[in-house]
């Protein structure tokens, strides 16, 4: 069956550090988007792609970045991770119909920045 | 972009109905209404979406009033496993995006 996954499920880094969270989809879908949430808060955009060598930021972006060089992966990196990025980060697909778009989402990553 | 308002939260007893209201006064003729919900520590759950007819699947129905200003989530005969916290989301009319508010807590009684 097609499915998104999300690896590692589970990461301790220390500040400074540059991180890398994968996320795969098996779907074909051309959008994907990462998210952060945080105890108290909803879901927050982080980035997305809406196709192969394409990215855009969302709402909380800086500190983050991606590279989209296939359909099937949309990791996101953290180039100097800081304490605030402790987050559970989930990562979403969506298939590009006009109108209606249904996304998603992969099981999480559980980041701890020490 | 059209925002969303939910009861930050609800409880419902075993085997009843669960209805959630969600206001959307704002929304645009061509802008979706979505549900999605998230079970404890897991990832969001999409749940159904509709544009102005009622819609049902084998989770829930959806009934969007005639003037699209507000819809209520059904959860026909909830179960303990629906326990989780329920989104009312209108998507972003630009661009594929949705924009998560902080929902509605529902909590299912034995």
């Known amino acids: 069956d097609a499915e998104i996954t999300q690896s590692p499920r589970h990461k301790i880094t220390e500040t400074g550090r540059q991180v890398t969270l994968a996320c795969h989809q098996t779907?074909?879908?051309?959008?994907m988007f990462w998210y952060r949430q945080d105890l108290g808060h909803g879901l927050r955009l982080i980035h997305y792609s809406y196709g192969v060598q394409d990215t855009n930021k969302g709402e909380v972006s800086d500190g983050y970045s991606v590279s989209r060089s296939n359909t099937e992966d949309l990791p996101l990196t953290l180039e100097s991770a800081a304490s605030s990025q402790t987050s559970v980060y989930f990562c979403a697909s969506s298939e590009a119909v006009a109108g209606a778009d249904t996304q998603y989402f992969g099981p999480g990553t559980r980041l701890t920045v020490l | 972009d059209a925002k969303t308002t939910q009861p930050p939260s609800m409880d419902c007893a075993e085997g009843r109905a669960a209805n959630l209201p969600c206001n959307h006064s704002?929304?645009?003729?061509?802008?979706?209404v979505y549900w999605y919900r998230q079970i404890h520590s897991q990832g969001p759950q999409y749940i159904i979406h509709g544009l102005k007819n009622n819609e049902t699947n084998e989770m829930a129905s959806l009934i969007i009033t005639e003037d699209r200003k507000s819809s209520t989530l059904i959860l026909p005969h909830a179960t303990l496993r629906d326990t989780a916290v329920y989104y009312c989301?209108?998507?972003?009319?630009?661009?594929?995006?949705?924009?998560f508010g902080s929902g509605t807590r529902l909590l299912v009684r034995p």
């Open positions: 779907w074909n879908h051309n959008n």
């Open positions: 704002t929304i645009s003729g061509n802008e979706y």
């Open positions: 989301i209108v998507r972003v009319r630009s661009s594929y995006k949705l924009i």
